[in-house]
């Protein structure tokens, strides 16, 4: 099944089959070694520069900032649901933590 995956208005959504379900200003955790020196980022976001769907996930490559050390920038395509028979379900991004998909692997 097909999943349509799009960012909208300047990087503030992420839609998924026309239906906006990913917001910026979110608080995420984050698994991020290459990205700053925290062992556990809380990483706010501020703006989404892509999505993709790899299988089931959804991506999203996003920006923002350790609002821990500081540090800010480009994370990497982070995880943040899967599409399951064409729903998207969203990962308790509150309580769960992401590990972005390491860009040398690409
Ligand atoms: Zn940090």
Known sequence: MSVAVRILDDGAWLSVN???????????RLTAPDFCPCEQPDFLTQGFLSARAAGQTIAIETYGECICCGTDGIVGHVPV???????????????????PIDRSAE
């Open 18 to 28: 026309d239906e906006r379900r990913v917001s910026v200003s979110e608080l995420w």
């Open 81 to 99: 649901g899967k599409v399951i028979d064409g729903v998207f379900h969203g990962y308790d991004r509150e309580r769960a933590v992401l590990t």
